[in-house]
């Protein structure tokens, strides 16, 4: 009689780890097959979320059941049509769903893999593109509201209305839970890549935020999809960029704190199982013959690596081709920088001063600017710029740099040797 | 579904009336209607004429007020629009790309309300 509490609970708890690990783990699975058929992902997460509910009780009472994802889709399917049964009076339609729900319950251990369609809804072109990662966050990588409101320092609230926002868009304007078709399939694409690679450059600036990583959260979406959709070269270009730059992760704050551009990295820190798998990818893609950004920018990462120092007359010619899938005034930025390096850098500070207009209130512009000027020789100019470009940088490692470039430039950092 | 395309120009930069451009719009709405009839999703659309004919209104107070001009003091105005019966946003999104307007305004894709959910 006096264990039998403490037992119930440690049972409880051990159910309570298992269910967290599930829903954490398997959410966009679960979700993305519930969509199959409920094609509306509030009422989806919602009822996954009941079960969940129901999932805590029931487990704790009888025990674990063989397959947790199966037992929580099996009533996740019911609590969607109990609550779609009292929405609604249309009876056939709620009749057409548990019927098809019934056909799909006989193989529930075997849960196919639909996430697919669920990613290429939360990263469809007509969402806003912070709505885009909030939302394949949420519903694809199972990151809670609250965590993704931390890691875009909003509001948990906001970040909520913005997550309800989006998913009643899709439901309204007709974005559907399917692969695209061949004839969409460019742009759809190029959509999901360029938000998963969001996620992963805004982890990679911000560094490990609390206990989600948003560089793994990207790799993990890209390695995914490169597996539900093999042989796709944009899809193994963009896995092969993130690899190749996660590589150089560890070596690019150094010893002082600041950052470190390629060039001065101790490469003994590179991820060199990193750097040998995106290499490989990269040349599997190019053996497609079908270029594309990713896969350029892929190949530019992996010239900034090459042995003793970084290719730069390859890298300028790169950023040239990368300028005929993307004509925008960073690449413009970037491929002048790269042309600076690979010693043209008069006509570089040229092509970066008329990008004024575009790029003014863009910090890197700045950082580009001083740096060119200190190549051509105009030093003063240069330390203005350094100045402005330290203002605008909001991020500690990038200011000490940016210090140490500005007295390295300074009149008085020459008189001091 | 069925969806709206709505046209809004900004007229200084729509090609000018006799010019080859012009003729090439023409030609580039005449294809996309085509297309759009041959694929059987046209249900409907008209142009509008410029903003310089347009009259609005308002109530305020119970007294109606008229004023010379189009609702919006912006640059690119509605000039038509057609509605369309298509699967998804995406086919939606396809023959707003054929409209010659895209190249130098916006085409603006809203679904219709749908009065009779049960259908």
Redesign the interface.
Known sequence: MTTAAPQASASAIAVAKVLDHVMRSDRGRLLASLLAVLRNLSLAEEALQEAAVSAMNHWSRSGLPQSPQAWLLTVARRKALDRLRGAT??NKKVHDMSYLMAQEEEDADEIPDERLRLIFACC?P?LEMKSRVALTLRAVCGVTTVEIARLFLDQEATMGQRLSRAKAKIA?????F?V??S??WPM?LEAVLTTIYLIFTTGYVAGPVEERDLCQEAEYLIRLINRLRPEEAEIEGALAMMLLTAARRAARIGQDGASLPPTEQDRGLWDHARIAEGRALLQQAMQRHKPGPFQIKAAIADCQMADPAPDWPQIALLYQSLLRHEPTPIVMLNAAVAAAEAGHAAEALRVVESLVGELAGYQPWHAARAALLVMTDQKSEACLAYKQAIDMTSHAAEALFLQKQLISASPFAVRRR | ?Q?MLLIYNDPSKEPAYGTPDFQKMMAEFFAANEQMKADGVLRGGEGLKGIETATSLRIKSGKVETMDGPFAETREHLGGYYVIDV????A???YAALLPSAHFGTIEVR?LMDYN??G
């Not at chain 1, 309204?172 to 559907?176: E, L, T, V």
């Open positions: 009076r249309e469809h007509a309204a304007a007709g974005i559907r399917e695209p078709a004839e969409y759809r | 579904m969806y699967k998804d946003l995406d939606a999104l396809k679904p959910p049960a």
